[in-house]
């Protein structure tokens, strides 16, 4: 065998770009971006210091706090929706189903299409004056009214049922691979006892599936925090303000408003938050007792 | 009357119980649920403007016409230009097949570095690049912006390629290093005894064993890439915009009246490319989701 130091040059170079990256693309930009933060940058960078201004100004933003806001109410209606929906959808489709194979692929496509997509097709669905809503009264029912998207309190719940009917389908991969994995003995042992199916799945297999729901929450939560495209394409943060986001606030700030500074503090402000929340699940997930190679 | 017996002739029913009614009462109706915007895209997409004016959301077409199509396709506007949602799917293409070939290739060399190799910083490096993953885009976007610009490569082809391939670079990696940490250590060992050095092991004995996990990774790549608005939106520069960041401009910038059916059109062409894929690839897409997320 070759010297280890030879071996590990090989290794080194074939690393490079990744070092590279990771120095410059990942840990320069976050320490660029915070330090702007602390700055009085308008357009082009300026290295003054101000503290914590941004922050403060930041935080007196009615849009910012209002993006906060509906990430709080997106995220849990989201989270809470795709969770208890593609359960819903893996635990019927375990049920021994004929064309089984059919309603996978159903429920699973709008998974593989854009947030733009999504969005464009639930807004042009769900718009009031030529959508469901006008095709129901035509029906006869005169007096029925969605017309949620044009509403600025409750807007912000049609961006999460659209979100829903995107990402269910994952939710439903995600805790049908867990349940096919269940032990069949399990079913024999609840039928001899006489427990009815429904307190089964409630206090033995949802407890056994908790892996599959951490990691379908982590991947839901990963997708809220990033929620842009679906905005602009099915709100565009209106109406009003009503549906803004922090993304879609920074975005905002950095390339139309020219509030590099206030834009800056408002994605440390996310960053630090995302990072405080994963923190111990990606620890206790991927480094803790980890032996050898691999985890 | 011999010949007849109490048993019942040929395969025995299946039972119908209420509950298996109330199974496929909920499957048909979630079905339902999420066929029904993808009915709407395609009737809308067919029926000419005079219809749309009704109010007829789910009622099928009475005089079909694939005009709202061509118009979609060749010169619908975004913006300034005219020349329809062609230009984005050409430019998506562009930024496609560059951007998947390079983050892939990375993706494979430093998964089977990190998985057999193990050089120093291995762990600070992947525990970067996990995080990488997670981190909301916003934090990275304006200094690479300004890196990007410095070296002349912002609001172009090339530069939109880099970006793909330092944000795909999380998920390939992770794709990688997992496939390699389950193949036995003591084949590794063999080759090295061997002597095959780092390179001779990758392409001669990892890449061939790679087939599973590199389709996985092509459709993962093709179908992010593809469905990306957000960097193509800041990187790609005006000529290049993709097809997502077209037909949003398409849909959401126009004046005047708003061509419903066009919209649709032009939508349904965006999701084509990643339809396929999902429904070509069958399993291997739901694959993908597993080896991205379930595993650690």
Not at chain 2, 98 to 106: D, F, K, M, N
Request: glycine residues 8%.
């Amino acid at each position: 065998m070759k010297p280890r130091f030879i071996r590990s040059i090989a290794a080194q170079i074939a690393l490079l770009p990744a070092w590279l990256i990771v120095i410059f693309a990942y840990l320069g930009t976050i320490a660029w971006t915070i330090r702007i933060s602390f700055s009085s940058t308008k357009v082009f960078p300026t290295y003054d210091f101000i503290g914590l201004k941004q922050y403060e100004r930041l935080f007196a933003t009615e849009r910012w706090i209002i993006s906060g806001q509906n990430l709080f109410i997106f995220g849990a209606c989201f989270i809470i929706g795709c969770l208890i929906f593609g359960f819903l959808l893996a635990v019927f489709i375990d049920q021994k189903i004929r064309a089984e194979s059919v309603f996978r692929t159903i429920f699973l496509y709008p998974y593989a299409m854009s947030f733009i997509v999504t969005g464009l097709v639930w807004q042009w669905t769900l718009n009031p004056t030529l959508g469901v809503q006008q095709t129901v009264r035509n029906w006869g029912w005169q007096d029925f009214t969605f017309d949620w998207l044009v509403r600025g309190d409750r807007a912000i719940y049609v961006i999460a049922i659209a979100g829903i009917w995107q990402a269910s389908g994952l939710v439903m991969a995600i805790l049908l691979a867990g349940l096919r994995g269940i032990d069949q003995e399990l079913w024999k042992a609840a039928k001899v006892d006489g427990i009815p199916t429904w307190r089964v799945y409630l206090h033995i297999i949802v407890p056994m599936l908790s892996p599959m729901f951490v990691t379908a929450t982590v991947l839901l939560a990963t997708a809220v925090v990033k929620v842009y495209d679906l905005v602009i394409a099915l709100t565009g943060g209106g109406p009003g303000i009503s549906t803004e986001v922090p993304a879609k606030f920074v975005i905002d700030y950095l390339f139309n408003r020219q509030n590099v500074g206030l834009a800056t503090a408002a994605s440390t402000v996310m960053f630090v938050t995302v990072l405080v929340v994963l923190a111990p699940w990606l620890y206790s997930q991927y480094f803790r007792g980890q032996r050898g190679r691999g985890a | 009357m011999s010949t007849t017996t109490m048993e019942p002739q040929g395969p025995r029913p299946s039972r119908i119980t209420p509950a298996r009614i109330g199974v496929y009462a909920f499957l048909v109706v979630s079905a339902a649920f999420f066929l029904l915007p993808l009915y709407v895209m395609l009737i809308t997409s067919i029926k000419p403007m005079a219809e749309i004016r009704l109010g007829n959301l789910f009622s099928f077409p009475l005089a079909p016409t694939i005009e709202p199509w061509i118009k979609a396709w060749t010169y619908a506007c975004t913006g300034v230009n005219c020349d329809g949602i062609k230009v984005g799917f050409l430019n998506s293409f562009r930024i496609l097949v560059p951007s998947v070939i390079v983050s892939i290739a990375l993706g494979a060399t430093i998964g089977y570095a990190l998985s057999f190799w193990r050089p120093r910083g291995a762990n600070f490096l992947f525990a970067v690049l996990l995080l990488g993953a997670f981190i909301p885009y916003q934090v990275f976007l304006y200094p690479l912006v300004r890196m990007l610009s410095t070296v002349g490569l912002y609001n172009s082809l090339p530069g939109i390629v880099v970006v793909h391939t330092i944000f795909g670079l999380p998920l390939m990696t992770l794709l990688f290093r997992n496939f390699y940490a389950g193949i036995p250590i003591d084949l590794f060992k063999a080759a090295r005894v061997d002597g095959g050095g780092f390179w001779a092991i990758f392409f001669r004995l990892m890449l061939p064993l790679s087939t599973p996990i590199i389709i996985v990774a092509v459709i993962l790549q093709v179908t992010g890439i593809w469905n990306d608005f957000l960097f193509g939106l800041i990187f790609a520069g005006r000529e290049n915009f993709p097809m997502t960041v077209e037909l949003n401009n398409v849909v959401n910038t126009t004046t005047g009246e708003r061509e419903y059916n066009v919209n649709m059109a032009a939508t349904i062409l965006t999701a084509l490319v990643p339809l396929i894929v999902y429904f070509v690839s069958g399993r291997w897409f739901v694959r993908g989701i597993a080896a991205g997320a379930v595993k650690g």
